[in-house]
Every structure is written in C-alpha cells, then in structure tokens.
C-alpha cells in the first residue's frame, strides 16, 4: 500500500526535503530515493544502523508533481534488525605485482567487534602455470 494513494509523480526533491528521519542516520546523502513520476520512495537501509528504533515523519508539504501536497503529516515507527556482519573484496583469481604497493577495496558492515582476519600469499610464476581458480578444487594443483 503506498502513503500517497493512487498519487503518481512525486517530486524528488519535495521527498528528500520533507521526509526526516530520528535518530539522524550518520551519512544522509542518498538516504532518501525518490524519481520522477513514480509513487515509492525508498529509505537506504544500508544507512541505517541495525537494531535501532526510528521514526520517520513524511511532511505534510511532501507533492506529486501536480502541485498537490499530502495535506498532513504521516509519522511511521520503523524498527531495523539485527544485520548479519558482511564483507566485500574483489573476487576470483588476482595476481598483485609485489613491486608495487597496492591497496584492496573492502567493505565491510557490522562486522562482529569491527574486525575481520585476512591471510596473504606469495606465490611463483610457476605457481600459477596450471591454476585456474583461487579456489580449492579435487584433482587439480591449488593455491
């Protein structure tokens, strides 16, 4: 069921200027999506912290894009979960030059403690001759 009826259109910038949310999220940009002439706006949960309670108020001036307001304000209580801790790093077989000092990308969201254990190693040129996954596999040389 959408908030805004049978109402199509909503003015993106009229959603992110009157749909608040408390307690504050730490990062707010991209925290409230809205396109053109569409009738849902998404939250990023990805913004939101897990187990939290928030209440987020939609503003009475909130407009579809024939001017017409919501007329009165609509106040939901929201409540997150506790997230699964998640990492990200790139997958599959990479090779890093050792002459260089490279850095990977990794992210990360509420990982136990704040903390993750990584493991690294050298490997030959030869190594790598008849390797076609980083990936364990019965009947082949692995790394």
């Given at each position: 069921?959408?908030?805004?009826?049978d109402?199509?259109?909503?003015?993106p910038?009229?959603?992110?200027?009157n749909i608040?949310?408390?307690?504050a999220p730490?990062?707010?940009k991209?925290?409230?999506?809205?396109y053109?002439?569409?009738?849902?706006?998404?939250?990023?949960?990805?913004l939101?912290?897990?187990?939290?309670?928030?209440?987020?108020?939609?503003g009475?001036?909130t407009?579809?894009k024939?001017?017409q307001?919501?007329g009165?304000?609509?106040?939901?209580?929201?409540?997150?979960g506790d997230?699964l801790?998640?990492?990200?790093v790139?997958s599959?077989l990479?090779?890093?030059?050792?002459?260089?000092d490279?850095q990977?990308?990794?992210?990360?969201?509420?990982?136990p403690?704040?903390?993750?254990?990584a493991a690294?190693?050298?490997?030959q040129?030869?190594?790598?001759v008849?390797?076609?996954?980083?990936?364990?596999?019965?009947n082949?040389?692995?790394?």
């Amino acid at each position: 069921m959408s908030i805004f009826g049978d109402v199509y259109g909503i003015v993106p910038d009229s959603a992110v200027e009157n749909i608040t949310i408390v307690p504050a999220p730490k990062e707010t940009k991209n925290l409230i999506i809205a396109y053109e002439n569409y009738n849902i706006v998404r939250i990023n949960p990805w913004l939101l912290e897990p187990d939290t309670n928030y209440k987020i108020t939609i503003g009475a001036n909130t407009k579809d894009k024939f001017e017409q307001i919501l007329g009165k304000p609509v106040v939901l209580d929201y409540q997150t979960g506790d997230l699964l801790g998640d990492i990200s790093v790139a997958s599959g077989l990479n090779i890093f030059p050792s002459s260089q000092d490279l850095q990977l990308n990794i992210s990360t969201v509420n990982l136990p403690e704040s903390e993750y254990k990584a493991a690294y190693k050298i490997v030959q040129p030869t190594d790598l001759v008849y390797t076609e996954s980083a990936y364990p596999i019965n009947n082949r040389k692995n790394l």
